[in-house]
């Protein structure tokens, strides 16, 4: 089994995550080889939440051109994960107070 801290690589923060925030489903990118117990146990280990749900993705490579070179993308995992209710992660850190 792998460190929490390999398996989770980085949150994605978008505008569809970000409204997927309010049904408590977090969206993370993950190691490739990692399967969904992992990332459960990640995700309750480093945020010290209840994970009732995790779905997997590939995102699969665009093609893109850099002036005459073509190639693409790099391939990665996904996994959204949904928690219990009640739970919640601070991506953002509190963002009520005002300076």
Request: positive net charge; hydrophobic residues 35%; glycine residues 4%.
């Given at each position: 089994?792998n460190s929490?801290y390999n398996?989770?690589?980085?949150?994605?923060?978008?505008?569809?995550?970000y409204d997927?925030?309010?049904?408590?489903?977090?969206?993370?990118?993950?190691?490739?080889?990692?399967?969904?117990?992992?990332?459960?146990?990640?995700?309750?280990?480093?945020?010290?939440?209840?994970?009732?749900?995790?779905?997997?993705?590939?995102?699969?490579?665009?093609?893109?051109?850099?002036?005459?070179?073509?190639?693409?993308?790099?391939?990665?995992?996904?996994?959204?994960?949904?928690?219990?209710?009640?739970?919640?992660?601070?991506?953002?850190?509190?963002?009520?107070?005002?300076?």
């Amino acid at each position: 089994m792998n460190s929490p801290y390999n398996v989770i690589i980085r949150p994605i923060v978008t505008e569809r995550s970000y409204d997927a925030m309010d049904q408590n489903k977090y969206t993370f990118e993950v190691a490739p080889d990692a399967p969904k117990e992992e990332v459960r146990d990640a995700v309750e280990k480093v945020f010290g939440v209840r994970v009732t749900k995790v779905n997997t993705l590939w995102v699969k490579p665009k093609s893109k051109r850099q002036r005459y070179q073509y190639g693409l993308t790099r391939k990665w995992k996904k996994a959204v994960v949904t928690l219990a209710d009640g739970d919640s992660i601070e991506i953002f850190g509190d963002t009520s107070q005002s300076a």
